[in-house]
């Protein structure tokens, strides 16, 4: 079993930036891939950055891709999103979540472990 809790959402001007965090515990952070998705309200959730066990893989989506980070450390059992640039349609609650399986996934049903969210807001 792994537990992820999510922090560091807020309140942010559009140009402006956040840092999410997830913390993990129960399994050995390093044996899985993490992802961050989110989903704003009345739409799917939706893939945004995923990062491979050791850090050396990251993947985006087109919408964050030069905006967005994704980082780990795996000694303080952490996967990060560096959000800059922010946007009105970065609004979202933010999830984290754990694919014991996988590099790549960018589909929910094939993350095995979720977070409870982090809401994001960006005022225009």
């Known amino acids: 079993q792994v537990q992820l809790v999510e922090s560091g959402g807020g309140l942010v001007q559009a140009g402006g930036s956040l840092r999410l965090s997830c913390a993990a515990s129960?399994?050995?952070?390093?044996?899985?891939?993490m992802g961050w998705f989110r989903q704003a309200p009345g739409k799917e959730r939706e893939f945004v950055a995923g990062?491979?066990?050791?850090?050396?893989?990251?993947y985006y989506a087109d919408s964050v891709k030069g905006r967005f980070t994704i980082s780990r450390d795996n000694a303080k059992n952490t996967v990060y999103l560096q959000m800059n640039s922010l946007k009105p349609e970065d609004t979202a609650v933010y999830y984290c979540?754990?694919?014991?399986?996988?590099?790549?996934?960018?589909?929910?049903?094939?993350?095995?472990?979720w977070g409870q969210g982090t809401q994001v807001t960006v005022s225009s």
């Open positions: 990062i491979s066990w050791s850090g050396g893989s990251r």
């Open positions: 979540a754990a694919d014991l399986e996988r590099v790549g996934s960018r589909v929910t049903y094939e993350y095995d472990y």
């Open positions: 129960g399994r050995t952070f390093s044996s899985y891939v």
